[in-house]
């Protein structure tokens, strides 16, 4: 998400930082760019209007176009004024009242309202340590209520009992007494879509609200749909006092205008995100973060989390043994690799570093395959514990066999180990540097030298 977006006020920003001073007709030409790129990525036109408004009136000031380093007091400008239009402070989910906390989910059909559910009850079992009950209000399309006890049993969170032909209200309250005997601290309600609004579905959302008046109402929207969900958001609002939004498929190859605008259109904040499938790809929406990363300058704060949540601390702890000691053998590249997979692939984690939008342009241009690390893992499993902890033992009988039980070529295995010898290397520097060498060189004091 944002990719384009990014790239195109990458662009104009570059432009800015080359030049030593700027007079007020280069700030309002990279306005215009500005401008056009936000409209061009679906954000409202009303919100692109305020927004470039807002940055002019500050970027052409006289603090600006006689600083040091204009270029980048323009970008900082632009960051701020993106961070305000996203919402300023982060607001999660809101669960400080009496349990159980009715959490009531809304939206289209085919927004991912039940798999949201489902995710965001996995989140707070898991992580916030709350005993949740889910259940399915929608009765309209076949099978929704088995979809929410299939996805409650793979992700261990408790779902209402289905009772055939009951109506929507009268499971919202079923659910919520089931949820008070059974010392729940939150009831999630999954309620039914439609393909498009329409007064059965806003009547049938409204009846639900005034039976068991949950404390948050939370709209799920899909960030591929561009200025439909803006839309869809000014409807249900009108409607129901919605109390935050969800973003789904944030993930995909959606141009990021529905998140910048939703927020400014119907007041609300997003509070999560959907960055995958799988029922744990969900995160908190954080205004400042975001904006860092549609501007290129990274988001290491959740890189570093989405680390601590996937990395286990005894492993690591190992690990930085064996780096002591200049010991590193394939098992601990093996494992070096299935971490960077579970955070994201290599382009995940490049998405959350700062400065590397032209290093993703030469990954996209030099085709890189992410699956590249699925086959490298796949290579070092089809090794003898021998060969793992001893490489040099790999000679060409050996690398024969390894392609043929990974399903790779000779030419992938040794490129594997060819990696693995670079990597080596870099930690046999680490080990002699210690941390105030490495504090003192840097990364460059790890590269080959020439």
Known sequence: ?????????????????????????????????????????????????????????????????????????????VHDQLVEMLGAETEGLELLAPAPVGIMLVGLQGSGKTTTTAKIAARLQDRDRKKVLMASLDTQRPAAQEQLKVLGEQAGVATLPIVAGQQPVDIAKRANDAARLGGYDVVMLDTAGRLQIDEALMAEAAAVHAAV?????????????????????????????????VLTRVDGDSRGGAALSMRAVTGCPIKVIGVGEKLDEIEDFHPERIAGRILGMGDVVSLVEKAQ??????????????????????????????????????SGMMELLPGVSKAKKQMAEAKIDESALL??????????PKERQRPKLIHASRKKRIAKGSGTSIQDVNK???????????????SKMGEKGLARHGIQGLMPRM
């Open 375 to 384: 086959h490298q893992e796949a290579i070092i499993s089809s090794m003898t």
């Open 1 to 77: 998400m944002f990719e384009s977006l990014s790239g195109r006020l990458a662009d104009v920003f570059e432009k800015l930082k080359r030049r030593g001073a700027l007079s007020e007709s280069d700030v309002s030409e990279a306005m215009r760019d500005v401008r056009v790129a936000l409209l061009e990525a679906d954000v409202a036109l009303p919100v692109v209007r305020d927004f470039i408004k807002k940055v002019q009136a500050e970027a052409v000031g006289q603090e600006v176009l006689r600083s040091v380093t204009p270029g980048q007091m323009v970008v900082k400008i």
């Open 309 to 346: 949540e996937t990395i286990e601390e005894e492993e690591a702890e190992k690990l930085a043994k064996k780096i002591q000691k200049g010991e590193f053998d394939l098992d601990d590249m093996a494992k070096q690799l299935g971490q960077m997979r579970k955070m994201g692939g290599l």
């Open 416 to 430: 594997l180990l060819k990696q693995y010898q670079t990597m080596r290397k870099m930690m046999k520097r680490m």
């Open 213 to 245: 008046d949950p404390y948050e109402i939370l709209l799920v929207a899909d960030a591929m749909t561009g200025q439909d969900a803006v839309n869809v958001a000014e409807g249900f609002k009108a409607r129901l006092p919605l109390t935050g939004i």
